[in-house]
């Protein structure tokens, strides 16, 4: 009797873009719509790719430019060390912590943050949080241009698994990057 094979599925880049189907990949809860009416009630899972709880938000705005991340850190504990390849704005809802930045070979850079507290991280630059407090949550909110540099480049692994980093724009800012008091 004949094997008929059957022909792989066709992937429609321009609906489906790599962005989506990255998402689509990952194993924690993904908040559509239009909007959030609070980041510290949004239902988050244990996220394999981050370490801890979160959730994706893929909002109607965000319209494959921007995306949104809301990471939690358990009370006490520190999340493991990530980088990506897409600068990060970081925006803490709840909670306060202790944010490490670091180049690879680098001296590590540390400083305080808490309830609406407002940081970036720069491209590929290690980060890991931790929570200060034994009693309450971090809750961080993510965001980057992360869906609109995939239209250009659709492999993840560039973005979350790519050595390249210019230490300059840390180590070179006079320790003007993050201001002294947050040290």
Request: with cysteine.
């Amino acid at each position: 009797m004949a094997k008929t094979e059957q022909a792989a599925p066709i992937i429609n880049h321009w609906w489906n873009s790599a962005y989506e189907r990255w998402i689509a990949k990952q194993d924690c809860p993904v908040e559509t719509g239009y909007y959030v009416q609070d980041l510290r009630q949004v239902k988050r899972g244990m996220w394999s790719l981050r370490g801890c709880p979160a959730a994706i938000l893929n909002l109607k705005g965000h319209e494959g430019v921007t995306e949104a991340r809301v990471l939690e850190v358990p009370a006490g504990e520190t999340i493991p060390q990530f980088r990506m390849a897409q600068e990060e704005a970081v925006y803490c809802a709840q909670g306060q912590g202790i944010c490490t930045v670091w180049a690879e070979g680098y001296e590590k850079v540390s400083f305080e943050f808490q309830k609406h507290s407002f940081f970036r991280i720069p491209n590929n630059y290690w980060y890991q949080l931790s929570n200060t407090r034994g009693d309450q949550s971090v809750i961080t909110l993510h965001t980057s241009y992360l869906p609109m540099a995939m239209t250009t480049n659709p492999n993840p692994d560039y973005f979350f698994n790519n050595s390249f980093v210019d230490p300059s724009e840390l180590y070179e800012a006079d320790g003007k990057f993050y201001s002294q008091d947050a040290r």
